[in-house]
């Protein structure tokens, strides 16, 4: 039987959940609506600059997320930075 912090130093970094639950549903809802908006302008974008901007906001809301999603920030992984409440007691 492996104990969970062994399979914790196996987990890719990306693996590793360092957003909190209500961290995570912020960047869940803020990015699925920059998703939407992002695709009902570009639908609507007249100019190659319109679709450039509206395809950034399409990239930047999936981006959020799916870090929501995934629960795991690359900034707070390269900060070092992980919150209390995920923190383990030991």
Do not use: F
Request: with cysteine; aromatic share 4%; glycine share 8%.
């Amino acid at each position: 039987m492996i104990h969970a912090h062994a399979q914790a130093a196996t987990r890719p970094a990306w693996r590793t959940v360092n957003i909190t639950p209500a961290e995570r549903a912020g960047p869940i809802a803020i990015g699925l609506a920059a998703v939407i908006a992002g695709a009902v302008l570009l639908a609507s974008a007249g100019s190659e600059l319109a679709v450039v901007l509206d395809a950034l906001l399409v990239a930047a809301g999936l981006d959020l997320a799916v870090t929501g999603a995934l629960g795991h920030c690359p900034l707070y992984a390269k900060l070092g930075y992980q919150p209390r409440s995920l923190r383990e007691t030991r």
